[in-house]
């Protein structure tokens, strides 16, 4: 019986785990070297100036939009299409989620519904790159113009870019301030819970080590209130051995989904998704748009494959949002993608052997 093909497979190998017994026989485990040099590193490959690693992704939305001073009175403009921590990190913090409808192609916020969405309480806009692909550059100029604060939810974009004014341009440096994810089945992973704030902006800079760290500044005196958000020292460690392999992963992602692109186009009961133009796919996801997602998904599973639907319930159908003003809004985007998306393997573990089983399943669909 061949193994069972997972949508993820968290890269483990003998220079993480040196790293990080080596960080635990040094007893420093909290707030050492290892942290310090992960968001200088971190924040090197995004291009950005400042950074800083925390305990994990929605720990670093939360933590972003009290960075920002968004809270009780404030609205924040979010994807009806997303992870539900897009949206429960705004109410995390008093401030209203309103939901925007995304594209039909790319699936990243649609600008167009975003502007109609706009209202004096508005403060920022979180856009997330979807599945590892990089929102539209329309999006940065329609906050620019508004002056909203653009939050980027990158929990699922590491080494995703798209070219801006003719540059091109990391995740993590295209918004006010930026956040990661590195929970297991993420394109950099930690060995456990963790997440990244990044950002461009130096009067946030100043304050994005102590927002995790009780709000405390050199003195030890809290300046503003924060929380105790730190990664530990040895999460960090795994972190920075897996950031060195970032590009090599990246490439591998990139072979895959186009090798899964070229077979889809081939079969008419299923879709390949689509690359916007002049953007590096960081391939976090490989979502199949299928004509009966029960029979694909049996299919895929009875050749021993992952297949998964992927969030099934759009964010404001969520019972949590019951009492939300928009918890009966017409999404027809959002409503078909979440009917009809279905995620496959497409992770840079996949062997060659793994990776023709699954074309041959594409095939035989
Ligand atoms: C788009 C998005 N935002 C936020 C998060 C939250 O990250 P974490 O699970 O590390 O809290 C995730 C994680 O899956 C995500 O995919």
């Not at 550059?137 to 801006?164: K, M, P, W």
């Not at 902006?201 to 958000?229: C, F, P, W, Y």
């Not at 795994?238 to 090599?248: A, C, N, P, S, T």
Request: glycine content about 8%; proline content about 5%; hydrophobic content about 40%.
């Amino acid at each position: 019986m061949p193994e069972r093909i997972p949508l993820a497979r968290p890269s483990w190998t003998d220079e993480m785990r040196k790293a990080a017994v080596s960080t635990l026989d040094s007893g420093r485990w909290v707030k050492g070297p290892q942290g310090r040099a992960f968001a200088q590193e971190f924040a090197e490959y995004c291009g950005v100036e400042f950074a800083s690693p925390c305990n994990s992704g929605s720990g670093a939305l939360i933590a972003a939009l009290r960075l920002l001073g968004i809270g009780p009175g404030d609205e924040v403009i979010v994807p009806s299409f997303t992870f539900i921590a897009t949206a429960t990190s705004v109410s995390m913090t008093g401030a209203i989620p309103v939901f925007a409808e995304v594209e039909p192609d790319y699936w990243c916020l649609d600008v167009e519904d975003v502007k109609k969405r706009i209202t004096p309480r508005t403060r920022g806009i979180i856009g997330v790159h979807l599945f590892g692909q990089c929102y539209g550059t329309d999006l940065i100029d329609l906050c620019r113009e508004h002056n909203l604060a653009l939050i980027e939810d990158a929990a699922q974009a590491h080494g995703a870019s798209i070219v801006y004014n003719g540059v091109a341009t990391m995740a993590g440096a295209l918004g006010t301030i930026s956040c990661f994810s590195f929970f297991p089945s993420k394109n950099v992973a930690v060995g456990g819970e963790g997440g990244m704030i990044t950002s461009v902006d130096s009067e946030i800079g100043a304050r994005i080590k102590a927002i995790v760290d009780h709000g405390r500044d050199g003195s030890l005196q809290s300046q503003e209130v924060g929380t105790n958000m730190r990664m530990s020292e040895v999460f960090a460690a795994i972190g920075r051995v897996q950031l060195k392999h970032l590009d090599d992963w990246l490439d591998a992602r990139r072979s895959n989904a186009a090798t899964l692109s070229s077979v889809i186009a081939t079969n008419p009961k299923l879709e390949a998704p689509q690359v916007r133009p002049d953007s590096g796919h960081a391939w976090h996801q490989y979502c199949v748009q299928a004509d009966n997602i029960e029979s694909f998904i049996q299919h895929m599973s009875h050749h021993d494959i992952d297949a998964r639907q992927i969030y099934p319930v759009p964010c404001h159908q969520h019972a949590v949002y019951n009492e939300h003003r928009q918890a009966g809004g017409e999404f027809p985007i959002t409503s078909r993608l979440s009917k009809q998306l279905v995620s496959i393997p497409v992770h840079h573990g996949l062997t060659e052997v793994e990776l023709d089983r699954i074309v041959k399943a594409l095939i035989s669909y």
